[in-house]
């Protein structure tokens, strides 16, 4: 990648944490308690409309380890981390991991399009009005969060760098076992 384009994906990432942390900061007093959820803690329901039309309320995930990742079609390191964790979700699957994508575009359209072509597999939700977003207090692009089997937040990660998914694949590997 050059250096220009770092630059500019690193001002788009900084622009848009800044809109969602501003945003995670206003009318939220009534559920601040759950908000920038640390592991540990139990991890805020929120339900959501899947890409392909369901609803998906997290705690129907219940039993299964889970891995929330938010992620917009303008974030290139959303973009790169999206084969990783789509080969995740394909070997873990059978095993009780269920991956789900959060996207925050403020205009899903092309949201089906950009699925597609990066060959995501699992479920998708629109979370174009930020609310859930704003439930997890996101700052950074893409946000991961690992949630146990009992519905507990047990490790979550920032950004995304090369060698991430391998320590997401540990920390699954560990999940599952419990």
């Known amino acids: ?10 001002a788009l990432n900084r622009r848009h944490a800044l809109v969602l942390g501003l945003a995670g900061t206003a009318g939220l007093a009534g559920s601040s308690a759950n908000a920038n959820p640390a592991p540990g803690q ?10 392909d039309g369901p609803t998906l309320r997290l705690r129907e995930l219940r039993g299964q380890v889970v891995l929330l990742n938010f992620w917009a079609t303008w974030c290139a390191p959303c973009r790169e981390e999206m084969p990783q964790l789509t080969r995740l979700h394909a070997k873990y699957r059978a095993a009780g991991l269920t991956v789900v994508g959060v996207n925050v575009d403020d205009d899903s359209r092309n949201t ?19 609310q859930v977003s704003k439930l997890y207090a996101l700052a950074s692009m893409p946000s991961t969060v690992l949630i146990d ?25 560990s999940l599952l076992k419990d």
Do not use: C
């Open 149 to 173: 089997r009992d519905g507990q937040v047990r490790h979550v990660h920032k950004g995304y760098r090369e060698g991430f998914a391998e320590l997401y694949e540990q920390q699954i590997r």
């Open 1 to 10: 990648m050059s250096s220009r384009s770092s630059q500019l994906t690193a």
């Open 112 to 130: 089906a399009d950009v699925a597609r072509k990066l060959g995501v597999n699992f479920p998708v939700l629109l979370d174009s009005e930020k």
């Open 42 to 51: 139990p991890a805020p329901d929120f339900a959501l409309r899947a890409l």
